[in-house]
């Protein structure tokens, strides 16, 4: 029985494994590190709250609206990033009511301050942003349906 489950629990991290594996394929490298590093752009900053205002057209299946970011700057900085998926386009971010110079690599987007803005201090900006998010092949609560699925099923081989 329990050579049953070693080889149910190897069939199932296995496809797991070979998914996290990046090969030669760079572009996803530096996409990834881009998400992932906690780098001094993505950590100048903590989020007091964000504030969303997005138009859903579901005929479309696209969105369009802004994100108001408000925060605590935790070191001196004049340039931050925060993360948007690509298939998003930001239009403008605006700061103090004027437009922020900004660049865009893969999801992440550079945000160029006028001057530095000073650790410990309260701020924020929006982002306007418009596109069409990508459709969910499996909602949710499918997920988490299967997980239950998977654990019941490991039960009943124990």
């Known amino acids: 029985m329990k050579k049953l489950f070693i080889l149910f629990a190897l069939a199932f991290s ?8 990046l090969g030669k394929n760079q572009v ?3 996409a990834d590190s881009l998400r992932g590093t ?4 993505r950590t100048c900053y903590d989020i007091n709250y964000y504030h969303l ?3 859903i057209d579901i005929d479309q299946k696209s969105i369009a609206g802004s994100n108001e970011f408000a925060f605590t700057a935790t070191q001196d900085f004049n340039k931050l990033q925060f993360d948007l998926f690509d298939n998003l386009k930001v239009e403008k971010v605006v700061y103090k009511g004027i437009d922020l110079p900004f660049t865009r690599e893969y999801n ?3 945000v160029t301050f006028p001057k530095a803005v000073k650790k410990g201090s309260k701020d924020k900006f929006t982002v306007f ?3 069409n998010p990508t ?4 909602p949710p609560g499918m997920v988490a349906l299967f997980s239950k699925k998977m654990l ?3 039960r009943l081989f124990l």
């Not at 296995?14 to 594996?21: E, F, T």
Request: hydrophobic share 50%.
């Open 38 to 41: 906690l780098s001094p752009l």
């Open 152 to 154: 019941l099923a490991i």
């Open 129 to 131: 942003y418009s596109g």
């Open 53 to 55: 205002d997005v138009k």
């Open 108 to 110: 992440a987007v550079f």
């Open 14 to 21: 296995i496809p797991a494994a070979q998914a996290q594996m």
């Open 28 to 30: 996803n490298y530096r």
């Open 135 to 138: 459709v969910a092949k499996t």
